[in-house]
């Protein structure tokens, strides 16, 4: 196992500020990123560097309104943008190629950062070397509603992913995020919205680009190898909106086939290996998210499940084999 200590000792030193750069994967939003680029620029202290992947039908560097926002900051922040085929855990192995800083920071482009974010995460990074990613919070989820609760008691008791948990792994594959908690803790999970990691990591670990669709729970599965080896937070002093955009994302039976496949695949690969008896819980997960739909959701998100049910059943001896 790698010595943690002699890779920070080494890389880091006495050293008082730390190299940040920012990855932004998107597709077909430009208004997303425009938006998302002024927060950026107007944070406390900024990155040394800011890389776009985009995988628009149409490039958004022909977008003269995406050039001018873009290229506001080019005295300050190195600029690279990239236009790729689509798929997010692509982009984002991609985006890693590019980044050369300490810490590389992964948002999703409906992210609005509070202007305070990197200062803080720059300041828990610092403060605690042997962190070797985290993520900030999320405004608005630190009360629920009514409904809210029993949907999210509902997602407890069938051991699916839910906020307002600990950041920890259930036996289902499934995560307890600890949205909407406002305490800073040690955690498993890191959601990809607003998620960082040290270089050493991502010389080490890649994103999976086997998952499907949109790659579903991509930050899941990156985060699980990662925490299995080191050290993970979660400050909720650091704070972004994340103004949920369905721009890009297919009809809602693709959407839940995908979410199927990606959690049977992910369960398979990160969990079945490693203790078999969970496919106990994980099969009370499943049943939890069929009768979710029932309740909760639609005939089409019935189907979708259903759907991705029966295709994971046709994959299965090709993902265990991987």
């Not at 994967?25 to 944070?43: H, P």
Request: charged share 25%.
């Amino acid at each position: 196992m790698t010595d943690v200590n002699s890779i920070l000792n080494l890389t880091f030193g006495n050293r008082e500020k730390l190299d940040l750069s920012v990855v932004l994967c998107t597709r077909n939003r430009l208004d997303e990123v425009i938006r998302f680029t002024k927060s950026l620029y107007n944070q406390i202290i900024l990155p040394s560097q800011y890389v776009i992947v985009d995988s628009s039908d149409t490039p958004l560097i022909g977008n003269k309104l995406f050039v001018c926002i873009f290229n506001e900051m080019q005295n300050k922040i190195e600029l690279h943008y990239i236009h790729s085929k689509p798929g997010l855990t692509k982009q984002r192995n991609i985006g890693v190629k590019k980044s050369r800083g300490d810490i590389t920071y992964f948002f999703d482009d409906d992210i609005i950062l509070e202007p305070e974010y990197l200062q803080i995460m720059d300041e828990t990074f610092k403060n605690n070397p042997d962190y070797m990613g985290g993520m900030g919070a999320l405004i608005g989820l630190s009360e629920q509603s009514y409904k809210g609760r029993i949907m999210n008691s509902f997602r407890r008791f069938f051991l699916l992913q839910h906020d307002y948990g600990n950041g920890k792994f259930q036996k289902s594959g499934f995560p307890r995020h600890p949205y909407g908690t406002n305490q800073f803790r040690e955690v498993e999970v890191l959601g990809g919205c607003c998620c960082c990691y040290r270089k050493e990591v991502l010389n080490e670990f890649k994103f999976d680009e086997n998952l499907t669709g949109y790659c579903y729970m991509e930050d899941v599965d990156f985060s699980r190898k990662v925490s299995y080896k080191y050290k993970l937070f979660y400050n909720p002093e650091a704070k972004v909106e994340h103004r949920h955009s369905s721009g890009g994302q297919k009809n809602t039976t693709e959407n839940r086939k995908m979410y199927m496949l990606n959690h049977r695949y992910l369960f398979f690969k990160n969990f079945y290996s490693r203790n078999k008896l969970s496919v106990i819980p994980h099969w009370w997960s499943i049943l939890g998210l069929i009768i979710n739909s029932f309740i909760f959701e639609s005939k089409e998100a019935q189907k979708g499940y259903i759907d991705g049910l029966k295709e994971f059943k046709k994959r299965k001896k090709e993902h265990l084999c991987n």
